[in-house]
């Protein structure tokens, strides 16, 4: 009998796309699975997980937190692959040559960022290619109007040419830019069809919301799969269609029963975040939203912002700072059933839209005088290297228990959803998303003889997220163990902190 780098021994295996849910030992060489088996298998190294389960890792689709200490925190909610394509980077090339060099524990990748490629052709300054950058510069309007033919032509190239070095897709901020041509948008769509690469988008407004807008965003999103053909991704369909989900699920439906490819993700959380500069959080915007500056949590001071004059203020001087949002009431029966509604449509993917860290300077944050600190606060700096993390950061808690808790709550709220189908929906639903763009994602999210040895095993019954909003970077529970490419991240629940196994992941060139 031949034996193998490690053996898992005994777990209950759930591999989505077989429909495996059983006990089996699990052979692992070098980073793939090399065999399963209901028999005992032998290893150099042997690890009983009996009474555990062992899952394929989970991929995050939307995650801001593209930074060692960011990723540190997904690997300890059982992430093993974490893409920014929301925002995504440009250009592209840059991004994944400044991510290699301090190497990450999980994997990671990007879209292009139709966004940033905005603000370099239309505003005033580009910004740098990290998120902090893009951060800084989503409030400022330069970038955010109706580009004229020579401009849409440069677009469209520079978008060309980051598919070309690798970019897993196209990232469409349309809800940072209201007064963009929807014929923009199509045309980017229409891109994204030849390239067959699927576009992540933020949608615009939609039209209960704000009865003025170019086009109903949900709307707008169907209409370009119906006529470009391209896979048009939404994203955290949940924050955008607050209580009009079921209006926005049905276009969705009936857009994928005519053949047109949607697929839509959600978080399991009532609030949002982003910069406290974005357009649709101007006053006026908020109130078309029924909130109030107080439905906002400035981070870097932790303050509720208590007025207009303030958020006003707050957005002039710091227009990149991060505020957290309370679009829902999770205490409230009503608004907990609309999250669920989201989670529970067909094929949703679970995505934690993580958020930078920020440093809370008011609230005893102290970090090293060489750190690297953004207006906003968010943390660049150096420190990123230490874990457990030192005191004073803060994120939006989905960074550290989005998917603990979609997991946990799947199992607390009486669905009905199988702990298999929860799974799927964590790994092998985005995995599928992007193999068409990224070939390597046909390994990823399956446990099986030939898949990546991407792997986390967890107890069912203690899997829980930790973070909240006054800890936002408590780790979650129930997690034993992570894998990625066959190297242990997190081992007997400690993270280690010297591995870093993880690499980028990167669409074949277009």
């Not at 209901?38 to 995050?60: C, E, H, K, R």
């Not at 409030?139 to 032509?153: K, R």
């Not at 898949?451 to 986390?456: E, F, G, M, R, T």
């Amino acid at each position: 009998m031949s034996s193998h780098d490690l053996v898992l021994r005994g777990g209950r295996v759930i591999d989505p796309e077989t429909g495996l849910d059983g006990v089996r030992d699990i052979g692992i060489d070098g980073h793939s699975i090399s065999a399963m088996s209901a028999a005992p298998l032998t290893g150099a190294s042997v690890l009983d997980v009996s009474g555990l389960v062992v899952a394929p890792g989970f991929i995050d689709l939307h995650s801001h937190a593209q930074s060692l200490a960011g990723r540190r925190l997904q690997a300890c909610d059982g992430v093993t692959a974490a893409f920014d394509l929301e925002a995504g980077r440009t250009p592209v090339s840059q991004a994944y040559a400044l991510e290699a060099a301090d190497g990450s524990p999980i994997h990671y990748g990007f879209s292009s960022s139709w966004a940033a490629v905005r603000m370099a052709v239309l505003g005033d300054d580009a910004p740098a290619v990290g998120i902090d950058g893009m951060i800084s510069t989503l409030g400022d309007p330069s970038w955010q109007g109706p580009a004229n033919s020579d401009q849409e032509s440069m677009l469209l190239d520079l978008l060309s040419a980051d598919l070309a070095d690798g970019a897993i897709g196209i990232g469409m901020l349309m809800g940072y830019a209201p007064e963009v041509d929807p014929a923009e948008y199509l045309a980017v769509a229409r891109l994204a069809a030849q390239a067959d690469v699927p576009t992540f988008t933020h949608c615009r407004d939609l039209i209960e919301l704000n009865p003025e807008t170019r086009i109903d965003g949900a709307e707008e999103l169907v209409r370009a799969a119906s006529e470009t053909g391209a896979h048009m991704h939404h994203c955290h369909v949940n924050s955008t269609s607050g209580r009009h989900i079921d209006r926005v699920l049905a276009l969705v439906e009936r857009c994928r029963s005519e053949g047109g490819r949607v697929t839509v993700e959600a978080y399991p959380y009532g609030s949002g975040a982003t910069a406290i500069g974005a357009a649709f959080l101007a006053p006026d915007r908020l109130r078309q939203r029924g909130l109030l500056p107080t439905s906002l949590i400035y981070l870097p001071t932790g303050e509720r912002v208590a007025s207009e004059s303030r958020l006003s203020e707050l957005r002039a001087t710091d227009p990149g700072g991060l505020v957290i949002i309370d679009f829902f009431d999770e205490s409230a029966p009503a608004d907990r059933a609309v999250l669920r509604r989201s989670l529970e449509f067909a094929d949703a993917i679970v995505a934690s839209d993580a958020m930078p860290l920020v440093s809370a300077l008011s609230r005893g944050g102290r970090p090293d005088d060489d750190d690297e600190q953004s207006a906003s606060g968010s943390w660049l700096g150096r420190r990123s290297e230490e874990w457990p993390l030192p005191p004073g950061f803060i994120t939006h808690p989905r960074t550290a228990g989005c998917f603990s808790r979609a997991l946990r709550l799947w199992r607390e709220d009486g669905s009905g959803t199988p702990l298999a189908e929860a799974v799927r929906r964590c790994t092998l639903l985005p995995a599928q998303v992007l193999e068409s763009s990224t070939p390597a994602m046909r390994h990823k999210g399956r446990i099986q003889p030939g898949a990546d040895a991407d792997i986390v095993v967890f107890d069912p019954e203690a899997i829980s997220d930790q973070a909240t909003y006054d800890d936002s970077t408590r780790l979650s529970s129930g997690i034993r163990h992570v894998l990625v490419d066959g190297t242990f991240v997190l081992r007997d629940s400690g993270l280690l902190p010297e591995s870093r196994p993880g690499r980028p992941l990167r669409g074949s060139p277009r």
